[in-house]
Structures are given as structure tokens and as C-alpha cells.
């Protein structure tokens, strides 16, 4: 077994500092002398070793998983020692943690033979060097084989190298039914772009932390998969949960999972409330000023802060007067969406965190929000800044919740207050006015629903609301039977008895 010594004398700036057999009390002491510079240029050599030595685990690990898949059986590398799996073998041998142990045998595998491993398209194209490669070899290799150089050549950490991975995913097949000739052109198409993807974010690497690196792996993925983010954007919406629970002390816990839109409301909330605490802007207004200093200076911790916060919304939530709430302006969350040509981008992107989202979820909170047009140059660069587009008013909220009592989807029990205000004569396309015969009640799901699922609904003078399904069929979208009660639509019930003599 090597020493702390023999494996100080690797490192240039120990080299020589640290006498043998020297133990972890010994060398801390020399560390500690070290002067500043000393001390960094330390980390800097130690890092370079740990990050070779990682590659090389890398390697072992993926030769190791080869040797282990389940068609070997119990014949396999890991099983025939006693493991189900390579990575229950890396677990024990390394004493990490069962996600960090699957991350190794993950990378290890992609390392060595990623084509391979996923059976994408570009698995039977050769690997080439930048020695060998023509000039413009980043639109002949495979993407994966990018990321695989970047690896090796110490651009990224196998932390950074799987981030880019997992957030870039594989790129979409061409639609079922295109011709070949279309195919191999789609193909070539999504081999290209991928593999520019995985050079950019390759350089964002030493910029970026692995969590901020991931996320916009995702982002740059939904960003040239539009189609595809819109499904992924779904399917974690339907992973939205929420559950509590009481521990073995009796404290009530939670858990909750996020859809990628509500998560990110709540972050604008959070975010709003605590800046002061996590290094937020200056304040030059003497009232701000003292309520962030007042923050500041509170004695509760930020998860404490963040709890009572949290409380306080679900107070004033279930408080709050009905009239007021339907007035109230959806807060916080702001969507940046391109257009060119009058046509918007099929995804939009939050203004803080930069998440995709699918255009359909911009399309629904323009219904609620209003649009804030800004013209911008080939740089991104804004230059005029137009008016926001005129909302509900409050008391047009409260009209619609007067005539509708609700969400008006066909068997939906949801009330007013739950509601967001839809526009049957959407803006951008229809040039649609903010009028209670234009508008209609929906809870948000089913707002959402109308827009993914690409129902829309008409509306002719005052007539009943249609709804129309993508396969042509049509419902009418009746408002609640007491209020159609109340306003006359339909005649009383006979009284039951007749009144006594």
C-alpha cells in the first residue's frame, strides 16, 4: 500500500518537504507552513494527479462493465466475485455512494465505446484524431467521440464529461416514413449539430459548475429539439408530486418533485423574498435598504426563512378574498421568446436559469401575463422596447368567475379562484382584444391541456363557447348549473309538495 509520503513525492511542491512513513498529522503540519502561493500551485499538481488517476479508474471501470453485462451471466467479470453488477463491484472497492459509483461505471462505458454502448447512428463511424481529422472533421465524427477527446484531453472532469452527456442526449431519429435520402441528410444534420453542441459546452466547462454545465446541456438540447422538449417537458409534469409524512421524532416532513415551470415560479418567489441573504444587488432606495439590512439582520437561518415564507403563501393563499385573488397578476416567473418573421420560436426560455420550455407554455401564460415586446439586433442586442399588452382587469376577473363559476372544461370541478383567464383570440396570431366575451374560465391543467394538446375554443357573439378537439370533434363548454339556474337558462324544478290547505 502506498504512504502519504510516497505519493507527497509525486507532487512537485511536497516533493522532498515530507520524511518517510510520515502519517496525516505530519503532512497537515508541512501543509500548513506552506505560503500561499505554495499552498495553490499543491492543489493544482494534486488536482492534475487525481484527475489522470480518475481517467484511468475511468478506464478499468469501463473494461471491468465490458466484461460484466448481463449477457455474460454469472460468468461475468463482477458476478463471478460475488457483485450483481459492476456497479455494486465499484461501490465496495471504492466506498462511494451507490449514484456516484453508477456515474463511474456510466462514464467508464461511454469512455470506451459510447456509440456502441447507446446504438445510436453514429456507432459504426471511425473515431479520428485532430492530427488525422479533415478540416472540417467536427461534421464527420460522432458527437460522443468529441466529448470522448475532451475527456482525454483534460478539457472536462468525468463529472463535466457525463453532465454534457446525460443533458445532451441522443439526437432525434428522422420522423418515421421519410424517404432515405432525407434520412441520411436528417442524420447528418443532427450529427453536426450535436457534436458543435458538445465543442461549445466543452468550453463552457472550465466556466461553468457541473450543475450549471448540465442545465444548459439541457437547455442547447431542447433549444435543437423542439419537438422532443415539448415531450420531455410533459413527461416530468406528470412526475409532479407532493406528499408529507411523520418521521420516527413525530416532525411532519415533505417531499415534493417540480414540474419545470412550477419550479420555476417558486424560484422567482424565493429568489425575491431571500436576494438580500444570497448576495443580491445593492439597494439605492432608503426603504429597501432598511428591509434588506432587516433581513440581513434576521437571526433565522435561510431554510428557516424559506419555511416561513412558504407558510405565509399558503396562508394567504387559503385568505385571501375571492375578489382579490382573481385580480391578482401572476407574479415573478418572465419567459424570453424569440420571433422572426411573426412566427415565435417552438421553445422559450426562463429569464432567470435560462429552462426551456415549450412554446405551448409561453402561448398559455401570454393568455395570463401579457407580452413585453423587445426588438433586438443580430447580437441579441435590445433596441426598442415596446408596451405590454393589455390584461384582464380585476374587475373582469371577477366577471368571468361571476358568469363562468369556474373552469369551464367539460367535467372539471375546480373553482374560480383556481382558474387562469384564457384568450379564445390569442395575440400574437389573431390579434385578439381582453374582453369578457373573448374570454373563458380554465384551471391551469386544463389550460395547459388546451394548449399542448392543440384544442382550441370559439366563440360566435354570445353564444355558447366551443371547444374543438385536434380530431374535429366539438363540445359545448357549459358554465355551472347554478348559475344557469340563477340567470334563467333553464326553468326551476317543480315544487315537491303542494302547501298545505
Not at 224 to 244: H, I, M, S, V
Not at 269 to 286: E, K, Q, S, Y
Request: negative net charge.
Amino acid at each position: 500500500m502506498r504512504t502519504l509520503d510516497a505519493i507527497a513525492a509525486l507532487i512537485p511542491t511536497l516533493a522532498g518537504r515530507i520524511g518517510a512513513g510520515a502519517g496525516a498529522s505530519e503532512v497537515q503540519a508541512v501543509v500548513e507552513g506552506l505560503a500561499d502561493d505554495a499552498a495553490v500551485a499543491a492543489l493544482e499538481e494534486i488536482s492534475e494527479h487525481v484527475r489522470l488517476l480518475d481517467q484511468l479508474r475511468l478506464i478499468v471501470t469501463g473494461v471491468i462493465a465490458g466484461r460484466s453485462t448481463r449477457e455474460a451471466g454469472h460468468g461475468g467479470l463482477a458476478q463471478s466475485r460475488g457483485y450483481p453488477s459492476t456497479v455494486s463491484l465499484v461501490q465496495q472497492l471504492t466506498g462511494v455512494t451507490k449514484t456516484e459509483a453508477a456515474r463511474q461505471v456510466r462514464v467508464g462505458e461511454a469512455l470506451l465505446d459510447d456509440g456502441a454502448a447507446v446504438g445510436g447512428v453514429e456507432a459504426e463511424l471511425p473515431d479520428r484524431t485532430p492530427d488525422d481529422a479533415a478540416p472540417d472533421a467536427l461534421t464527420t465524427r460522432d458527437w460522443r467521440q468529441v466529448l470522448r477527446e475532451g475527456l482525454r484531453s483534460g478539457a472536462v472532469t468525468s463529472a463535466q464529461f457525463d453532465a454534457i452527456r446525460r443533458g445532451l442526449g441522443d439526437p432525434p431519429p428522422a420522423p418515421d416514413g421519410c424517404p432515405d435520402a432525407d434520412r441520411a441528410a436528417h442524420d447528418q444534420a443532427t450529427r453536426d449539430a450535436w457534436a458543435h453542441a458538445a465543442e461549445q459546452l466543452i468550453d463552457e466547462a472550465g466556466r461553468r459548475t457541473v450543475e450549471e454545465l448540465a442545465a444548459a446541456a439541457r437547455t442547447v438540447r431542447d433549444l435543437l429539439d423542439p419537438d422532443g422538449a415539448e415531450a420531455r417537458f410533459l413527461a416530468r409534469y406528470e412526475k409532479r408530486a407532493f406528499r408529507t409524512w411523520f418521521d420516527q421524532d413525530g416532525v411532519r416532513r415533505a417531499s415534493i418533485a417540480f414540474d419545470d415551470e412550477g419550479g420555476a415560479y417558486l424560484d422567482t418567489i424565493f429568489n425575491a423574498a431571500l436576494r438580500p441573504r444570497r448576495g443580491g444587488p445593492r439597494f439605492v432606495d432608503t426603504t429597501e435598504k432598511a428591509s434588506a439590512a432587516d433581513l440581513s439582520a434576521d437571526p433565522r437561518t435561510n431554510d428557516q426563512l424559506s419555511y416561513d415564507l412558504l407558510l405565509d403563501l399558503i396562508r394567504a393563499g387559503a385568505l385571501a378574498d375571492p375578489a382579490a385573488v382573481f385580480g391578482t397578476r401572476q407574479a415573478g416567473l418572465r419567459l424570453v421568446q424569440v420571433t422572426g418573421d411573426g412566427a415565435p420560436a417552438r421553445v422559450a426560455v426562463t429569464e432567470d436559469g435560462l429552462t426551456a420550455l415549450p412554446a405551448t407554455v409561453a402561448e398559455r401564460r401570454v393568455c395570463d401575463t401579457g407580452t413585453l415586446p423587445v426588438t433586438v439586433d443580430a447580437s441579441g442586442n435590445p433596441l426598442d422596447v415596446g408596451r405590454e399588452s393589455r390584461l384582464f382587469t380585476p374587475t373582469q376577473r371577477v366577471g368571468l368567475a361571476v358568469r363562468d363559476g369556474g373552469c369551464r372544461w367539460t367535467g372539471c370541478d375546480r373553482p374560480a379562484s383556481y382558474c387562469e383567464a384564457h384568450h379564445i383570440d390569442e395575440w400574437a396570431r389573431d390579434d385578439g382584444h381582453t374582453n369578457i366575451d373573448r374570454g373563458i374560465l380554465l384551471c391551469r391543467f386544463h389550460h395547459m391541456q388546451l394548449h399542448h394538446g392543440r384544442w382550441h375554443i370559439t366563440r360566435h357573439g354570445k353564444h355558447d363557447f366551443i371547444l374543438h378537439h385536434p380530431s374535429g370533434e366539438q363540445n359545448v363548454l357549459h358554465p355551472r348549473l347554478p348559475l344557469k339556474y340563477a340567470w334563467g337558462d333553464i326553468d326551476p324544478p317543480p315544487k315537491r309538495f303542494h302547501p298545505a290547505a
